[in-house]
């Protein structure tokens, strides 16, 4: 039986450091990064692989995007079976890390319809398919991260579409966490405030290079790995963060709407550009 761990938006960001921190452990026969960039996969697969002794770092190029990324996956993990000849499950998925995701500044009126729906289809279709295809490969204290947001808590004026799709995230894996309960399989939401990604640039299409306030990555994933094996259902680092989370329950949710879109302009240059990148961690807020 072989172990995997995946990470999917694995190239930069929080899911190559989720990459790094998991190799660390040494916990599983294989881990699969998974993106667009094979360059960057490469990249970070070798140099994770000519420092560690056990775990064997796998990179994988895959557009996972909506119904057809998850066919992919479903093939990958179907070949890989076979690939070991064996007529039961010859893997166990004991880590999924559904980190892909983009967000777009910009009032909805003024974003390509198009744009919006590739968000649609990476941050939830994906994710959601992810988690059902592997599910079945799981067994006991398996474990499941999806990366929200912050903005999961509160729909947000300028972000509208963006932030509906962290909202559909951060309930999809609570739920998800009920009902996995009783096979002892965790699911926890990850759900950082501003954190230093390339989630800017391509949300303002060029506007702004850097995620204003950002935070590094090391210790949002490694409290995060570290409270997902605990069973908790959600992580969120900074104290900022959980008391902004704590006031979308007293502050009206049309109040805080209008409230981000009077006053929380973001940049974003107006041609619009195609996202073509999945690796873009989810995480720029406030």
Do not use: H
């Amino acid at each position: 039986m072989k172990s995997l761990a995946i990470i999917t938006g694995a190239s930069s960001g929080i899911g190559k450091e989720f990459a790094r921190q998991i190799t660390d452990k040494n916990e599983y026969d294989e881990i699969w990064i998974i993106a667009r960039r094979i360059d960057k996969l490469k990249q970070i697969a070798d140099e994770l692989n000519s420092t560690r002794n056990f775990t064997v770092v796998r990179p994988v190029q895959m557009d996972i995007s909506g119904k057809q990324g998850v066919y992919e996956f479903q093939k990958l993990l179907d070949e890989e079976n076979k690939k070991l000849n064996k007529v039961e499950s010859a893997i166990e998925i004991k880590l999924l890390v559904n980190n892909a995701g983009f967000g777009t500044y910009g009032p909805f009126t003024q974003t390509s319809a198009e744009r919006s729906m590739q968000m649609i289809d990476l941050n939830c279709t994906s994710l959601t398919g992810f988690c059902a295809i592997a599910i079945p490969y799981m067994k006991k204290d398996s474990v499941i991260i999806n990366t929200a947001s912050l903005a999961a808590y509160m729909p947000l004026g300028n972000f509208a579409a963006y932030s509906a799709t962290k909202a559909y995230v951060l309930s999809f894996s609570i739920a998800l966490a009920a009902e996995l309960k009783d096979k002892n399989i965790k699911v926890c939401a990850l759900c950082p405030g501003s954190v230093s990604t390339e989630f800017a640039d391509v949300a303002s299409n060029g506007a702004r290079k850097e995620v204003k306030g950002g935070i590094g990555t090391q210790k949002v994933v490694k409290q995060c790995l570290k409270r997902a094996f605990k069973g908790r259902k959600t992580s969120m680092l900074r104290f900022k963060w959980k008391f902004n989370a704590f006031l979308s329950r007293i502050v009206g949710r049309y109040t805080v709407a209008r409230f981000t879109y009077k006053y929380a302009k973001r940049p974003c240059n107006p041609d619009e550009k195609t996202v073509t990148e999945e690796e873009l961690s989810v995480t720029d807020f406030i």
